[in-house]
């Protein structure tokens, strides 16, 4: 699996985010609403409402990466225990967010074994 890499700084958007969001809009919230530059070296995490999906957003070189991640049955723990609208995670913090720990309990969700997707 790709993994970000631990030593990046990670941003985490606290609101809510409509998944629709692709490339650009996603930046523009980065600059608008995060006042954050998208271009630092910096990984930008932002989750739907339902907290069930979860996009990553970072520059590397000439271009921008997203990353999409849809949980089928459990949801992201979103660190509510902090202030301020962005959150500054550290790399491990955001893969154990990932592999659905809740930060503030380290419980991960559990792990699915499917066989087929319908």
């Known amino acids: 699996m790709i993994r970000p890499d631990t030593r990046l700084r990670v941003y985490l958007c606290r609101e809510p985010v409509d998944m629709r969001k692709q490339i650009d809009g996603l930046a523009l919230l980065v ?24 996009k990553l957003l970072f520059w590397k070189r ?29 790399g ?3 893969n154990w967010l990932l592999d659905g720990y809740d930060l503030s309990a380290m419980q991960p969700h559990k792990a699915l074994d499917f066989q087929s997707v319908g």
């Open 31 to 54: 600059q608008e609403a995060m006042e954050l530059n998208p271009f630092e070296e910096a990984v930008f995490v932002f989750g739907n409402h339902q907290r069930d999906k979860v």
């Open 62 to 90: 000439n271009g921008f990466v997203v990353w999409y991640k849809r949980l089928e049955r459990e949801r992201f723990k979103w660190p509510d225990r902090l202030e301020g609208d962005t959150v500054m995670l550290s």
């Open 92 to 94: 491990q913090e955001l």
